[in-house]
């Protein structure tokens, strides 16, 4: 989860990078799974599908940020 | 290609996610994908019951293998991926690595010819397994609540926003991971099955029944890279073995290190 960035030779910086880009894939998947979903049941709550849009942008925009700001920070 | 064929004539059937379907072995439950789950225990369990049967400290041609084998994952993924303490989980991620490796493999050995990991069931389970333990591990170290909010509430981001990440990082640490550790392989090894079969059968048609000079060419082309592709195969399905333990390792390693 939270990348250890500490103590890692060469050899290691590669696997690393592999977890890395599985972790940041993950999460913007999961960031529009979660905010798409959310928005999906208040457009069926509210019958419009505007509800749907905002939360996939809201979650898109959630997930990359936390990409950032796991793993583009120096 | 395949439109190309079909249009020639309407005899050839492409592979598809059908030649993934089998019929019980002489009309009973039992399929050609569980014999091999069956057959690659077996094997793994003589191969390290000869192994390490009479272990002697020059070590004979048997057990010089199964160390070798053994020594691959305690050294290059337990060791590498988690550090000192990586040497409690290798058993569990050398089990891992080989029954995966062996599935795998069943894709080229003549006769079964079919990875048994491209079956969703057993890498699900196995990506549920690894799930389980590494959060277990998490919780373990860190109590439940210290856990999640280790996962969940990462340090130095205004307290309102976390109402949006928290359930996002919450799925990606409990279903993406999982999810896409079992895709990955499923995938893979479906695809590449897929892609043997396509350039066997389609061979073997554009050799027999298309006939002519077309037909023997691109048929004997079609074939002879079915060969290259099996060794390709045989790379993938290890390669596969390894990223599915090693990311697994790294999963159970993070937790262990998570700490805020």
Redesign the interface.
């Known amino acids: 989860?939270?990348p250890?960035r500490t103590d890692h030779g060469s050899?290691?910086s590669g696997?690393k990078g592999?977890?890395d880009a599985?972790?940041a894939?993950?999460?913007v998947?999961?960031?529009v799974?979660?905010?798409g979903v959310v928005g999906g049941l208040v457009g069926r709550w509210l019958d419009s599908s505007l509800p749907v849009l905002v939360g996939l942008l809201?979650?898109m925009t959630?997930?990359l940020?936390?990409v950032w700001?796991?793993y583009g920070r120096a | 290609m395949n439109t190309w064929l079909l249009a020639a004539s309407e005899t050839f059937t492409p592979p598809g996610p059908r030649d993934f379907e089998f019929p019980g072995i002489g009309g009973s439950f039992f399929t050609k994908p569980m014999l091999i789950i069956v057959l690659g225990t077996l094997i793994i369990a003589v191969f390290f019951y000869l192994a390490a049967r009479s272990a002697q400290r020059v070590p004979g041609k048997m057990q010089f293998a199964g160390e070798s084998a053994y020594g691959f994952v305690r050294n290059s993924i337990a060791l590498d991926a988690i550090g000192k303490e990586g040497i409690k989980y290798v058993p569990y991620l050398a089990t891992l690595f080989f029954f995966i490796a062996v599935l795998n493999i069943f894709g080229i050995i003549p006769f079964f010819q079919f990875p048994a990991t491209s079956k969703i069931a057993i890498p699900l389970f196995l990506a549920v397994i690894s799930c389980v333990i590494f959060n277990a591990i998490g919780i373990k170290r860190m109590g439940f609540g210290g856990y999640f909010k280790a996962m969940m509430f990462p340090p130095g981001i205004p307290k309102l926003v976390y109402v949006i990440l928290a359930p996002i990082e919450f799925v990606s640490t409990i279903l993406i991971r999982p999810l896409t550790l079992c895709l990955r392989l499923t995938l893979n090894m479906f695809a590449g099955h897929l892609v043997l079969l396509l350039f066997v059968l389609g061979g073997e048609y554009l050799l027999r029944d298309y006939g002519g000079a077309v037909g023997i060419v691109s048929g004997a082309v079609a074939i002879f890279g079915s060969i290259v592709l099996t060794f390709f195969e045989a790379f993938v399905q290890l390669l596969q073995a390894y990223v599915f333990t090693l990311l697994s390792a790294l999963y159970i390693g993070g937790a262990l290190l998570e700490e805020h």
């Open positions: 989860m939270l250890d050899a290691e696997r592999e977890q599985w972790g894939f993950g999460l998947v999961s960031g799974l979660v905010w809201v979650g959630a997930g940020y936390l700001f796991r």
